[in-house]
């Protein structure tokens, strides 16, 4: 290692550190997996992986419409009751933006601008509301009276609601195209969510922050209106606002605020969740704004923090998810999708996830393999930001590598023969969302189904990309 910077070896990406035999992990094994995980494979082909994981992505965004034609992509693999089928959910298309910046190459450039003028349709257009805001999700496989491939996700499903969070992965997917284009078209998107989200989710009570969103679902009132603050969704928006402020000159919203104050504000509430006993971030509030909810523990709150903030005083809680958030799926595992041989190890939801009832169809083994992504390129931020002694960087590193190949094996092995608009998907492309259906102890299930967020995750990891910081690096500015 003499002579050769830290910045200079995690600027090769951790690709280039797979492909250098790094000592591979032997997992940590948790109470609840039904197996000992052996040591891992090689790394293998990791840029052909990722190769195939950005066909994966094109294969879906063009499964309807294809060229400039404005569009998003449907984010599963088609399903068996229909009409979820071609429905593209706001947060994953923007992380396919991200991924297809990250790699950065003409075509993929060209992706991402697809997408983002699909984002901005949906925002301009009445979808339902046309106030500035993004709904959850929209139906991709028939194209509206202007010819783009985006429609309202009307019936059975109403997808309208608007999460902050949704709202600020929009935000920050139009921040970085505007940072790589210049095309002020984009920052003006983001500018006009982000006021959406000043002016209707800012919050005085208890420790401050921003509200989970609005439900606007008058369509469905089956839809829960509680309205408390999730630490994920202020993550968020801490970033997309920490963006904004550099972007534009430390600019303010509309109301005359800083977007550096909004910013903290947001930070406060992250700072507030901290656990500092046991090192992980709370999930948020109940709906009276103030009280903690302390159950379930999810598992892109202690990642996410450590992109956003990259600060060593919150690096524990990367350590708490890999001390309990980890499993093996294997098919003797109860509800396992999974067949023969076939097994995988990485990180689940949350602590819901493992002690999900026997009643409930859901495997308490399943891997999340759009959360495996986020560790590794936490894993791999927490390196980049340093601070640590040479042989725990080495460790980080070869757990962040231990799961690529984890990822790499799932991408080979798992969701042959699954579908888009009734064409069977390449073999060897994309990641399942999960490795079984998984549980996450809010109302809604993973499926093993082919997924645009955990491949684009993958793609956004396994180039050492880090959507959180604006430019996807994570050294220090």
């Not at 979820?84 to 950065?104: C, E, K, M, Q």
């Amino acid at each position: 290692m003499r002579g050769i910077s830290r910045r200079d070896l995690f600027g090769m990406g951790i690709g280039a550190a797979a492909a250098a035999t790094v000592a591979p992990l032997t997992f940590v094994t948790p109470a609840h997996a039904s197996t000992t995980a052996s040591p891992l494979d090689s790394a293998g082909d990791h840029a052909g992986s990722i190769d195939n994981a950005v066909l994966f992505l094109n294969t879906i965004m063009d499964a309807y419409a294809t060229g400039n034609t404005i569009r998003l992509a449907q984010s599963y693999s088609d399903q068996e009751f229909a009409p979820f089928s071609p429905v593209a959910f706001t947060y994953d298309n923007a992380v396919t933006i991200h991924a297809y910046l990250v790699r950065g190459d003409e075509d993929s450039m060209n992706r991402a601008e697809v997408l983002g003028n699909g984002l901005i349709h949906a925002q301009t257009t009445n979808f339902p509301i046309a106030d500035g805001r993004f709904a959850q999700a929209y139906y991709v496989n028939v194209p509206d009276a202007s010819g783009a491939f985006i429609m309202p996700a009307a019936f059975p499903f109403f997808f309208y609601t608007s999460a902050v969070g949704d709202q600020a992965w929009a935000g920050m997917a139009l921040s970085q195209l505007y940072l790589r284009t210049g095309k002020a078209k984009y920052l003006t998107a983001a500018l006009s969510i982000a006021n959406w989200i000043v002016n209707n989710t800012f919050n005085t009570l208890g420790p401050g922050g921003y509200s989970f969103g609005t439900n606007i679902n008058q369509f469905n009132q089956s839809v829960p209106s509680g309205n408390g603050k999730s630490t994920e969704h202020n993550i968020d928006t801490f970033a997309f606002f920490t963006m904004l402020d550099e972007l534009t000159n430390h600019g303010t919203a509309t109301n005359g605020t800083s977007w550096k104050s909004l910013a903290d504000h947001a930070l406060s509430f992250v700072k507030a969740m901290y656990n500092s006993t046991d090192g992980f971030f709370f999930t948020g509030t109940n709906a009276d704004q103030i009280t903690i909810n302390p159950s379930p523990v999810p598992e892109d709150c202690q990642t996410w923090s450590y992109l956003a903030l990259l600060d060593n005083q919150f690096k524990a809680s990367i350590d708490w998810a890999l001390a309990n958030l980890q499993s093996t799926d294997t098919p003797a595992a109860r509800n396992s999708n999974l067949t023969g041989s076939q097994k995988i190890s990485g990180m689940v939801f949350d602590t819901a996830s493992l002690s999900t009832p026997p009643s409930s169809g859901d495997d308490p083994n399943a891997v999340w393999l759009e959360g495996t992504a986020h560790t590794i390129a936490a894993l791999v931020a927490r390196v980049q930001v340093g601070g640590d002694s040479l042989p725990k960087l080495f460790e980080d590193l070869s757990t962040a590598v231990g799961f690529l190949n984890q990822l790499q094996s799932g991408q080979k092995k798992l969701g042959t023969g699954q579908k888009v608009n009734g064409v069977v998907i390449p073999g060897g492309e994309g990641l399942q969302a999960a490795s079984s259906l998984m549980d996450t102890g809010f109302g809604f299930s993973y499926f093993p189904n082919l997924h645009i967020g955990a491949t684009g995750w993958y793609v956004i990891a396994g180039l050492s990309g880090n959507p959180f910081q604006l430019g996807y690096g994570s050294f220090r500015r």
